[in-house]
């Protein structure tokens, strides 16, 4: 049975009301990804993509370090407590704010900047590799097989030269990111309010005339002024001709009466914890016939898929409702129509486990579990006129999804 969401939908803690219990979760965390390194075999667990440091070590990485792995990175040993090796001297402040990890864990890390550095490469890949090594020697862990998430070929060579029997780390971080604690689940719900409410703001914003950009810059500034808002990813903006196929970004483009407008809330970041959240507009004037027509195919599409999502079932379940990419659009493949009806986790990364498509779930099915995130989307429309994106996000309960985004979705939403 679908449920909407009941959370207090509090920022900030407070001491007559139990909100998020942020040492809780982080304990939940950590005990997770240590589960997850010995269900699979492993000594050592070294995390570099932004998501993973911080699931590990509850640890902020800055705009600037994202995307860059290497920059910093989290040493994980079996039976000891994170190594933080954080960018130069930043470490000072992580032993200021962050008393969760012992102070003598906070190392400085030893960065190839993705290669920018040249011939120093190897010098820096070697520094990095002599300290994963020393700290796996002083747990007793040298052996044993280390978990990566990422690997270049700088590392894939001094790993070689230091003999480090390495492997697979990201799977079991996906994993263990997978299920959510009762504290995550409630970011998740905050997450989603945030979301309606910037649609609600850019519903009494928006008017024709205005150009797809000046939406984007309306929403930014609106969700940076919320606190725990940390990032931003994107605010897709598509208008009339770039509704479909779906551009996904934002341009100059002028909306005019009568377009159809698709915006996504595409990675609004609280406290860590992402968005992905479509609404369809129409500026100026009521959509035709056809295009509500069309809207509605979309929309039994997306709550069909919904009404499946229950534990015990599997992705496979999910994506059966969906017409195949040839019968809908004439496509040969699904993989062209990657991401036109589909689901994906959300959590600290954008795309976390499950992930719902033709493409991947009805061969390799993942079971539903309560304590799974994740969005669940669907579009439709005419080639280079228009068209329509719905999207909720949800979180799985005992009983069954729990839909926690509220903007109106049953019909396109008309600007006045």
Known sequence: MVTRSTSSFGLVGTDWQQRINWDRLRKYRLNRAREAMKRNGLGAMLAMYDENVRYITSTVTPGWC???????????????????????????????????IPSDNV????SWIKGAV?????????????????????????KAPLGVDFIDLNMINAFKEAEINWTDGASPMVEARAIKNEDELEAMRIVAAICDACHTAISHFMKPGMQEHQITAFAMNFLYNIPGVEDVEDIIVSSGPNSWPNWRHFSDRIIQPGDLVIIDMAAVTWNGYKSCMYRTYCAGKKPTREQSDYYKIAYEWLYRAIDKVTPGATTKDIAEVWPSAMETWGY?????????????????????????????????????????????????????????????????????????????????????
């Open 332 to 416: 040969k493949e699904e993989d062209q129509a990657a991401a036109n009806l589909w689901g994906h986790g959300l959590g600290l990364a954008q795309y976390d486990t499950p992930v719902i498509s033709r493409i991947y779930s009805l061969d390799f099915p993942v079971e539903i579990q309560p304590g799974m995130s994740f969005a669940l989307e669907t579009q439709h429309g005419k080639p280079l006129q228009w068209g329509v994106r719905l999207e909720e996000m949800m979180v799985v309960t005992e009983k069954g999804p729990e839909v926690t985004t509220q903007f109106p979705i049953e019909e396109i939403t008309v600007i006045d």
């Open 118 to 142: 040249g011939g120093a490469s190897r010098q820096q890949a070697k520094k990095f590799t002599n300290a994963i090594v020393d700290e796996m020697k002083k747990y007793g862990v040298a």
């Open 66 to 100: 994202r995307l860059k792995p290497g920059l910093r990175y989290a040493l994980l040993c079996e039976g000891a407590e994170p190594v933080l090796f954080e960018q130069g001297d930043i470490g000072i402040q992580i032993n200021r704010h962050c008393p969760w």
């Open 107 to 110: 190392r400085y890390a030893y």
